[in-house]
């Protein structure tokens, strides 16, 4: 039916584009940091073998212009998928609201650096 096929296909920048469906972010987090603003997919092919496909979400910000991460094995052989987090969200916003009133006193430190770690500390509360 060439109806059916052109509204799944299309052409974009020379490739064919297939439309899968739609993705109804409204509502979905009580996390603004974490409300997905577009999508981009990248198959990675692992020396152990395995083509993984990855799909980088942007929460924040804009699309990074290169999508990939830069790990010969993104997870473990024995696991099928995988959920990395950035850093700043992850530390400004996942962890303080995963911890509600916990009575801790975390302080999170960045030196702006976005390949190298993020600083920890706790000023308060008890263990």
Do not use: C
């Amino acid at each position: 039916n060439t109806a059916l096929t052109s509204y799944f296909t299309g052409l974009e920048d020379g490739y064919e584009v297939y439309n899968l469906g739609t993705l109804d972010t409204k509502d979905i987090t009580l996390l603004p940091s974490l409300t997905p603003k577009s999508f981009k997919f990248h198959v990675h092919h692992s020396p152990s073998d395995r083509d993984i496909l990855q799909i980088f979400i942007t929460t924040t910000g804009e699309m990074q212009t290169e999508t990939y991460l830069n790990l010969d094995e993104p997870f473990p052989t024995t696991y099928e998928s995988s959920l990395i987090i950035s850093s700043d969200i992850f530390f400004s916003s996942v962890l303080p609201t995963s911890l509600g009133d916990s009575g801790l006193g975390l302080m999170y430190e960045s030196n702006g650096n976005k390949d190298e770690a993020w600083i920890t500390t706790v000023k308060a509360g008890s263990v």
